[in-house]
């Protein structure tokens, strides 16, 4: 073969691959336009495919939110209650009092003093069980009904709501508001309970020597009595004590914040009675003190384990009256003397006397002997009366020792006595005895010089102090207006108010009552009594203010 035949085959063979490469070129151009063409549709089906999706998706979550499907609630047990935590004893503040300056008084008769008072709770956020049945419940009823026979008031004018029914409740609210109470004083009453109870011995007593070391408040403590150092002024105080939570409402069988307290009190007076029914040393003022409070709680609760102890110290009391003639009078500090009734025993036993009468025990004719005793006394004293004649001006005294024998007596000046007694053994408003000691008693209080009698300026004699404002208490009117305007205030002003053992009290220095040298636990108990007499007893008259003058 020519090489031009080779050339010619070659040409040829790159013409086949040529057109090889050509048609291999347009099979796969339409291979490319094949594929583009599918790829279009996916990507037009995907995104149609995804808005539908997402149009379903708005009408299903639609329904869902119209038509929420039910849930089940999940029941989750209630956390353990936290441990109960200590109380603080005392959040000190200063009491704001509005002190009136003026102490003449214009109005004879008011209605209103100072500020309606918020009642006081004495429920027992510490007692679980069961609270337990009152007994005879008049007596510390607030409601106004009953008050007859056993359950006279106090005074004479008898009573709604029993002997002690303004004590708690809607009665104390009143009363506080009626005559003369104030926030303060409450307040004040209050802290002196608490330190009563941060004082009580272990055994239930208040220890005239020992009480300052029950105190567990940091900082200085009390100082101890230093006269009647022994079982009398243990009793004593602890009657003192025990007199001053009941006089509040607080007793031993009531839910309440001093159940335990007074509890504890009342067992250590029981426990302690001597078998002839007194206490100590067995002297009749001590035991008119604690008689008085174990009668009390019993007029109060009705309780049956106190029913046999308080009359028994009742009867041991009646044992020891003066006679003369066969007539009762009243008692010294031991053996009956018809030669010397002394005015500070019979003052002590004519209010066991009362109490015990309120709760329906057995008082013989005590009371009549000792209204034989107070009339003949204070007649002797004060010239049979003659010339006392205008209730508003003229004076009369009452005597420290009378002589039933011989009628004479020995200083005048227990006329604070005199005028409690009077109101404790019926004499009421108009009586010409009453309203001259009354008026004795305001003379020496207001105008005389002597600063043993004054109220004007602490310290004052509290002793004097308590049973003067018993009495003008219960001849009301304007004497009250006048007494508790000046007396209230000072008493609220001259607490002690500290973060330490004397937060609650009364200093002693200089107060100069009878046996002041027992110490703070008998000032402390006398101021609070003081201040709790706007609902202690209820009053001869149940109009505001009582009285005439």
Known sequence: MSRQDDYHDEDEELLDDELVDEEGQEEDDGDREVVAAWSGWGISLAMHAIVFLLLAFVVIAGRLIDDPVPVRPAVIEPPPPPPEEEKEERELTEVDVTIVAEVEVETPVVTQLDVEVEEISTEDEEVSEVAEAKGREEAVSSSETGGSGAFMAIGA??????????????????????????????????????????????????????????????????????????????????????????????????????????????????????????????????????????????????????????????????????????????????????????????????????????????????????????????????????????????????????????????????????????????KGEGNIMMETMANDVMHRAFESREAYYQVSNWPVNTYYLYYNTLGIFQVGGERWQKWNNTVRDLLVNNQRKSDDCFDGSWDFEGTSFHGHRIGRLVSTAYCALSLQVYYRYVPINQAAGGGRR
Request: with cysteine; net charge neutral; charged share 20%.
């Open 157 to 426: 004018g008898g009573g709604a709501a029993g002997a002690f029914g303004n004590r708690s409740g809607g009665g104390r609210k009143r009363a506080l508001g009626a005559y003369g109470g104030s926030r303060a004083s409450e307040s004040a009453v209050d802290a002196a309970l608490r330190w009563f109870a941060r004082h009580q011995s272990p055994n239930g007593m208040w220890d005239v020597t020992g009480y300052p070391v029950n105190c567990d408040l940091p900082g200085p403590k009390c100082e101890p009595g230093t006269e009647r150092t022994g079982p009398d002024g243990d009793a004593a105080a602890t009657g003192y004590a025990v007199l001053a939570f009941l006089g509040a409402g607080y007793d031993h069988r009531t839910p309440n914040r001093f159940r335990r307290t007074v509890r504890a009190g009342l067992d250590w007076i029981v426990e302690n009675q001597l078998d002839s029914g007194g206490w100590g040393s067995n002297r009749n003022y001590e035991n008119g003190i604690v008689a008085m409070a174990i009668a009390e709680a019993f007029a109060m609760t009705q309780d049956p384990s106190l029913r046999e102890p308080a009359q028994k110290a009742i009867d041991h009391l009646l044992s020891r009256q003066a006679q003369d003639g066969g007539y009762g009078l009243g008692w010294d500090y031991t053996a009956p003397k018809p030669d010397r009734n002394d005015s500070s025993v019979s003052g002590w036993v004519v209010m066991a006397l009362k109490s015990a009468e309120a709760g329906g025990l057995n008082i013989g004719n005590g009371m009549d002997g000792a209204r034989n005793y107070l009339v003949r006394a204070w007649n002797d004293t004060n010239n049979q009366g003659q010339g006392i004649t205008d209730p508003y001006t003229h004076r009369s005294g009452f005597p420290y020792t009378w002589n039933a024998s011989s009628g004479g007596f020995a200083r005048e000046n227990r006329t604070a006595i005199g005028l409690c007694m009077g109101v404790f053994l019926g």
